[in-house]
């Protein structure tokens, strides 16, 4: 590497993260993700550059007992993709335990979505989401017919899951605020909830998506979907005191957000689709 491209710190997004694949495909998943991290970090280490801040996942707290989730929860695992979540973590701390040059954040992302209010960056997944949002956004524009709700009998306002849903530019906002806060002189290996604090059913976000996009969502009714918990969302608070980060936008400037990126895009990136 050249003395005049040094790199300060490394922001680590890169993962694949379908549940149902990963307990396909475990190996595909401890490679992809395991092995893909560990080898990032021996060449960050070799080029002297010990600042991380990595993308964890509110799925290490499984079905918390209690909620909102703080940082401290006993963490678990239901599914390989939250396992290479979970050992990441745990490599992570066991690295700056043995040398304590290493400044690590571990951003715990709770459910994003919404897209850059420009309309021109979104979500885009390949074949049937597996997601909430990036289904409902595909019902919307024709794409696809209904939204299964996986689940009508929780205990919850509506018998809906409950989820702390964030705008990607609050989270993108909390990885700026993770960088700074590496600058600081101890750190060690510190992990934050990105979240809002706010859960909000799927009944909800399917009605606060309709009144966005002026279309109806057609709803079919399932069973729970296996490893679902019922309700999860954040304790904001580490993160505010220490990062000096809150989200800032509403359910209702998400699903403005995303509207506006699907039906500019209703086909994602694949122009040719679109003309299909
Ligand atoms: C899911 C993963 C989680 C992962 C995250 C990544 C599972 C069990 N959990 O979180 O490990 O970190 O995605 O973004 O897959 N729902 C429907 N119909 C649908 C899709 C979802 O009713 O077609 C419901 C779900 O039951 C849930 C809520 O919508 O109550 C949110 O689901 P989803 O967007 O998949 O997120 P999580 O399950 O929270």
Redesign the pocket.
């Known amino acids: 590497m050249s003395p005049n491209c040094r790199f300060d710190a490394v922001i680590h997004f890169a993962g694949l993260?379908a549940?149902?694949e990963s307990v396909q495909k475990p190996l595909l998943y401890y490679n992809n993700n395991l092995i893909g991290t560990i080898t990032l970090l021996e060449v960050m280490a070799a080029h002297g550059c010990k600042k991380l801040v990595f993308s964890s996942?509110?799925?290490v707290y499984g079905w918390p007992k209690v909620v909102p989730c703080t940082e401290d929860f006993p963490l678990v695992a239901a599914n390989p993709?939250?396992r290479t979540k979970l050992f990441i973590e745990e490599i992570a701390r066991d690295i700056y335990r043995s040398d304590s040059d290493w400044k690590i954040i571990l951003l715990r992302?709770f459910?994003?979505v919404g897209a850059h209010p420009s309309g021109h960056i979104g979500e885009d997944p390949r074949g049937i989401?597996?997601?909430?949002?990036p289904?409902v956004q595909q019902v919307a524009v024709g794409r696809r017919q209904a939204?299964?709700?996986?689940?009508t009998d929780y205990n919850t306002k509506d018998g809906?899951?409950?989820?702390d849903y964030i705008h990607v530019v609050d989270l993108a906002d909390g990885h700026i605020a993770a960088l700074h806060k590496l600058d600081e002189d101890k750190i060690g290996c510190e992990v934050y909830n990105l979240g809002t604090g706010k859960g909000t059913s799927?009944l909800e976000m399917v009605a606060a998506f309709e009144s966005a996009s002026g279309k109806k969502i057609p709803l079919v009714t399932s069973g729970?979907?296996p490893?679902?918990?019922e309700v999860?969302y954040a304790s904001t608070e580490k993160a505010e005191r220490e990062l000096n980060w809150k989200a800032q936008y509403s359910i209702d400037d998400m699903c403005r957000d995303q509207w506006n990126w699907a039906s500019k895009n209703p086909f994602g990136y694949d122009t040719s689709e679109s003309t299909k």
């Open positions: 993260k549940v149902g996942s509110a799925t993709y939250g992302y459910n994003p989401p597996n997601n909430l949002m289904f939204l299964t709700v996986f689940g809906t899951g409950v989820r799927v729970r979907r490893g679902d918990a999860v």
